[in-house]
């Protein structure tokens, strides 16, 4: 009797903290191979800080890993599985990095001024922001909780809108380099030969890591076209000073859509505007970062007037300095009418406002900026609107950037007639006094 009574008890008190006995009494293996498996990315995020049961569940790397592959096909690839396994927390810091979009406040900062000032980029001027970190206390988890509202249904476990901005790293950047070494030796000696062992395989490592790495995924209509792993030296003097641009297609090579090239643009680009999306990640193995630099869905589709070929542009605009940069990615499609379009090129550039593509040393500080910044949850337009923007800031700086030209020309004229008639008007009046 007394047993029923605390049984009642612990049930009555579990349902007033909020905690979904549903969930608790069934065994964790079970939920973790056949509830948890299928969730999506920022679903299981949310289920993760429901409680410290679900949290330590969610923890499982194979969780993650599955996960990333179903968004991301390039992270098979060994050279990313190798790279995320320096991550923090493995595959979910890289999913939290990766999946989010960017949070750049200096970009929405400049797009609100009516003219920025563009062409001059600090390199000296920190333009990153860090992840906000969270600690997982009681605290923490309810005051998330109530803006989920409790409800017993696993199934009504929804994505807070402001849950990538309390994503945690749980590990800092600079304990994550010694994250594997844990003495418990008491021999200082031996735990200094250790410690010093890893530092060198640490900085080994660091050496090698001489570029960026990108993973790249092309989807048509949720099917995968094409998917690549490729590596950028960002360390030589023709980088730095050569305009920044990534090809992601080899020499002849080219990809087959299932996109036919009809004599009416207009389904031709609607059905690459709707369906066609790019998945581009930067990846910095040194500091354990990624961001997806792509715009996911096309920003612009159009015809090139003299090829013919379509040209279908992904962008993000980013702050820097005092003005924005857009990193922009086009794919290039051609193909004969009434046959299918092919994808013969894939370019990724870093552009000004003027236009010009920044060279390797500009465009190497402002990504890096982005990858060490803050994300955020990805709002529906709001790229779009953006890249809008951006135009429209764009044309008033060449109207502006005209106008001044036109002025400086019309004073230089004045200038010239000036100087002409000055010259003139000495030499009639020399000429008379003698």
């Known amino acids: 009797m007394s047993s029923c009574s605390s049984t009642t008890i612990t ?74 396994s320096t991550f923090p927390s493995g595959h979910r810091s890289f999913f939290s990095d990766s999946f989010p979009s960017i949070n750049d406040q200096k970009s929405n900062n400049n797009i609100s001024r009516v003219i920025p000032q563009v062409g001059s980029i600090n390199n000296n001027k920190n333009i990153s922001s860090e992840i906000p970190q969270i600690r997982f206390n009681n605290n923490n988890i309810s005051n998330i909780i109530s803006q989920e509202g409790s409800n017993n249904n ?25 994250a594997d070494f844990n003495p418990t030796l008491t021999d200082n000696k031996v735990v200094s030969d250790r410690l010093s062992a890893q ?12 570029g960026l790495i990108s993973a790249v995924d092309i989807h048509f209509d949720g099917n995968l076209l094409y998917s690549k792993v490729l ?17 992601l297609l080899d020499h002849k090579e080219v990809v087959r859509t299932p996109v036919i090239f009809s004599g009416d643009n207009d389904i031709c680009k609607s ?84 236009g010009k593509v920044l060279n390797g040393k500009d465009s190497l500080v402002i990504l890096e900026g982005v990858i060490e910044g803050g994300r955020k949850k990805r709002r529906e337009n709001e790229i779009q609107e953006n890249y809008e923007n951006f135009l429209e800031l764009k044309k008033k700086w060449r109207e502006r950037k005209q106008k001044r030209e036109k002025t400086l020309d019309l004073v230089c004229i004045a200038s010239g007639i000036t100087i002409f008639i000055a010259f003139w008007t000495l030499i009639v009046l020399g000429s008379r006094s003698n």
């Open 11 to 84: 049930t009555t008190t579990a349902v007033d903290d909020g905690e979904t006995m549903a969930i608790t009494a069934v065994h964790p293996d079970i939920i973790q191979t056949l509830i948890l498996t299928k969730l999506d990315g920022p679903t299981l995020i949310s289920t993760s800080i429901a409680s410290t049961q679900l949290q330590n569940i969610c923890s499982d790397d194979n969780l993650w890993r599955n996960i990333c592959y179903s968004y991301w096909p390039s992270t098979s690839h060994q050279l990313i599985q190798n790279t995320i």
């Open 154 to 178: 696993i199934n009504t476990i929804t994505t807070n809108n402001n849950i990538f901005n309390v994503i945690p790293h749980l590990v800092s950047k600079k304990d994550s380099m010694y």
């Open 199 to 210: 530092i060198k395989a640490k900085e080994k490592k660091y050496n090698e890591a001489r």
């Open 231 to 247: 590596i950028t030296e960002t360390k030589s003097a023709w980088f730095m000073s050569s305009p920044f641009t990534i090809e």
């Open 271 to 354: 059905n690459l505007q709707k369906m066609m999306n790019l998945s581009w990640i930067l990846i910095d193995p040194i500091k354990n970062r990624a961001v997806n630099i792509s715009s996911l869905k096309p920003v612009s589709v159009r015809r090139h007037w003299l090829t013919g070929d379509m040209k279908v542009k992904y962008s993000t605009v980013i702050g820097a300095g005092e003005g924005l940069v857009q990193c922009g990615i086009v794919v290039t499609c051609e193909g004969k009418e009434g046959g299918e379009l092919h994808v013969r090129e894939v370019n990724m550039q870093v552009e000004d406002m003027d």
